[in-house]
């Protein structure tokens, strides 16, 4: 195991964009505003009667609710994982509310008949649920609280026999389907946080392509905590079957709060013979205040397994918010000649805390991972990079490249990089490369010559130092998440 | 254009500009020249607000305002450019994507409306002939990996882009070869207008055979010991700046 620095990251080409930069104008958690409607909530605690609560409502079948039941059984016998580079005071689970959805008088039949709050409520975040304004191309499951609201474009998907649903529909359209996946990649036992979704998992998006099929849009789901004093814990399940594609992405926001709020999501993946899901998240929780006074605690497993040959995972993440983030989006490479990727920026400032990175597991032969992990501090944060890359006995010839580069703006704040490495194969190629620089001050006065102010310098320098991952995001999101990322940074340097 | 008052500055505690007087009008160039540590770059940062140089006294005035008093961002904004004598790197942003940033944020201070991609590449392309710098290179981050005379090119191409009304030249002949100096003074030669002034920092006389100066500044020990027309440097090169060093002894002895 090996970690150097390296004098200069390569070279690299790409495409201009435009003044992404230019109009950055106000440093307030933008999304913070809170939706005044009502809403229908389980009390708050947890035992088995929420559970049953929560699949009662859902009219889930017998053998889902045995099955949250029998995780939440065994999350009782866990604990809360220590080994994270952060801190908070212990999470009392009992002063959570599990299930909280907005009340909406009928049932909607078609997209013009959602509550125009909730309408107005996405709207405001940037997200059309009319089907009208489909320019952008995009598919959306519009998550609230504990429910999924609406998802767009259901019909035209399915002509192509692509399902896109709430899981909450997956379960009582797709029984069998949901069913032989759900926990087959995360299973309620992996970790603490994972069994607690099991048990009280209320929605998320479900996606199933079929074999030999290219999804022709983005496939995107919004997530949006609204209620006070809730958690949520949503489920998402990606199956592509052989040789089909589909890109992916999430969003997530939430208002502002003093206290802390819980999102214990799990994501699974199951990518089949030369099959190919591309997973892109835009993480904005909010990532509470100056002083560290509320933001979400963000404890989420994410997971894909390449069962098939030739098949490919990749997952990019945009961190910027959360007052907490604990997270390894990981690919299993089981198939030969399978592929998994991890790109990621990780952005923390003020008070926030980040412990994430991936894990790689080479099992197939020929298998290939690359992970690209660029994290930013700024304020009094904490900034950890956790990976682990594993070559099991049979996978002859497997490759890895990680590259890990730290940038520190102020000297108050903490990077750190974790990375584990196990190789049990001698044909396998390890390479771990690391850096950790600071945003000089000759960068930023040769920036102020040129005309431009202190924030728009480093607004420009690390988007600079993030554009490897910035490039891996599909278009609509990227000029989105450049933005995002200056965002988060205001105030941080001057 | 550029009136400067008995200037005085330093870094911590170490004096490097004694008391420097100097005035530049529209139209005209001036060289600075000097020997090491004589206080040029010295100069140059501090006009251009480099915030390691503290002023302890006097003034300047740029285009009738109180330029000490501005930030170094309002400076470049109010037509003050300054080629560095190291340009930074900055790995992951294009040189393209950074002028355009900067001749954006220019023209946003001025109240003019950005231009658009179009506009933007149509005067790149225009640009780019005067120093005759290629496309490629400006794709490439930032300065990373450039080659001394490429940065000293972008460093002119980039004024040709912001049309400055004051361009200092911090010793931007310094690691040119003789092929690269003469682009890079051919570049500043076509840009030299009635509207516009420069300051030339330099070590030799070279540069100025082809960048020709109206006036020529000596400075020693942080003061301008000397000035002249561009006869002074020619006398400099020959016979080195010895002589005025013994000039001055000689001055103060006396």
């Known amino acids: 195991m090996l970690e150097f620095c390296r004098p200069n990251p390569g070279v690299n080409m790409y495409e201009e964009n435009d003044d992404i930069l230019g109009d950055v104008t106000s440093s307030e958690y933008k999304y913070g505003f809170v939706t005044d409607i009502e809403s229908d909530d389980a009390p708050k605690g947890l035992n088995e009667d929420i559970i049953r609560f929560i699949s009662a409502k859902k009219k889930e079948p017998e053998w889902l609710l045995e099955w949250r039941l029998k995780a939440y059984r065994h999350w009782l016998t866990m604990e809360e994982p220590k080994w994270p580079n952060v801190q908070y005071p212990a999470i009392n689970y009992q002063d959570v509310i599990y299930y909280s959805a907005p009340k909406q008088k009928v049932a909607p039949n078609s997209l013009d008949e959602i509550d125009p709050e909730l309408r107005k409520t996405f709207e405001k975040l940037g997200i059309s649920l009319q089907e009208q304004k489909r320019l952008t191309g995009v598919a959306v499951d519009a998550v609230i609280d504990s429910v999924s609201i609406a998802t767009t474009f259901k019909e035209e998907l399915a002509e192509l026999g692509i399902i896109f649903c709430s899981m909450s529909e997956a379960v009582r359209e797709h029984p069998e389907l949901v069913r032989k996946y759900i926990g087959s990649v995360v299973p309620p036992t992996d970790n603490y946080f994972s069994a607690l979704n099991s048990a009280v998992f209320t929605d998320g998006s479900f996606c199933f392509i079929p074999a030999g099929v290219r999804c022709p849009m983005e496939l995107s789901t919004y997530f949006r905590i609204n209620a006070a004093n809730t958690g949520q814990f949503e489920r998402t399940l990606i199956v592509a079957e052989a040789g089909s594609y589909v890109s992916y992405l999430e969003g997530c926001t939430a208002p502002m709060r003093d206290e802390n709020q819980l999102h214990a999501a799990v994501v699974e993946i199951v990518a089949m013979e030369k099959a190919e899901v591309k997973y892109s998240t835009v993480q904005n929780w909010y990532p509470g205040d100056k002083d560290g006074h509320g933001g979400i605690y963000n404890f989420v497993t994410k997971r894909g397994i390449c069962q098939g040959d030739y098949s490919k995972i990749s997952w990019t993440q945009v961190e910027t918010g959360s007052s907490i983030t604990w997270k390894y989006p990981s690919v299993i490479l089981k198939g030969d000649y399978s592929n998994g990727e991890f790109y990621s920026v990780a952005v923390t400032n003020n008070m926030q805390q980040a412990d994430t990175g991936t894990k790689m597991i080479h099992i197939g032969k020929h298998t290939r991972s690359r992970i690209v992990s660029k994290g930013i501090s700024a304020g009094r944060s904490n900034n950890s990079y956790r990976g682990l890359v594993q070559v099991g006995r049979n996978a002859t010839k497997a490759r890895n490249f990680s590259q890990c580069d730290s940038l520190l703006l102020g000297d108050k704040c903490g990077a750190h990089t974790f990375p584990y490495i196990e190789v049990k194969n001698n044909t396998a190629v390890v390479e771990h490369e690391a850096t950790t620089s600071k945003i000089g001050e000759d960068q930023i006065f040769y920036c102020n010559q040129r005309g431009m102010d202190t924030e728009t310098a480093v607004a420009l320098i690390i988007n600079g130092f993030a554009k490897e991952v910035m490039n891996q995001l599909p278009m609509e999101f990227a000029v989105e998440a450049q933005k995002l990322l200056a965002i988060s940074l205001e105030g941080s340097v001057g | 254009m550029l009136k400067i008052t008995d200037l005085h500055a330093g870094i911590e505690e170490k004096k490097i500009l004694k008391g420097i007087n100097l005035q530049i009008k529209a139209g005209e160039v001036h060289a600075i020249m000097g020997p090491n540590g004589s206080g040029k770059s010295t100069l140059a940062s501090v006009l251009a607000g480099r915030e390691s140089f503290e002023v302890t006294g006097g003034s300047v005035e740029f285009l009738g305002k109180d330029l000490l008093d501005m930030a ?112 890079v003074a051919n570049g500043v030669n076509q840009l030299r207008s009635k509207d516009n002034a420069f300051l030339v920092v330099t070590h030799y006389q070279r540069l100025l055979e082809y960048i020709v100066p109206d006036f020529v500044h000596v400075l020693y020990n942080g003061r301008i010991v000397k000035s002249g027309t561009k006869e002074l440097a020619l006398e400099l090169e020959e016979k080195g700046y010895d002589f005025i060093k013994n000039e001055i002894l000689v001055a103060e002895q006396a």
């Open chain 2, 72 to 183: 170094p961002e309002d400076r470049a904004r109010e037509g003050m450019f300054l080629a560095f004598q190291y340009p930074v790197e900055i790995p992951g942003v294009s040189t393209t994507n950074f002028i355009k940033t900067a001749v954006n944020e220019t023209r946003k201070y001025r109240g003019q409306e950005p231009l658009d991609a179009v506009a933007f590449l149509k005067l790149m392309k225009e640009r780019m002939k005067l120093v005759q710098i290629d496309q490629s290179l400006l794709s490439r981050s930032l300065n990373e990996g450039f080659s001394g005379g490429e940065k000293k090119r972008n460093e002119i191409f980039q004024m040709a882009m912001l049309e400055p009304k004051l361009a200092i030249l911090d010793e931007t002949d310094s690691g040119l070869d003789i092929d690269a100096l003469r682009i």
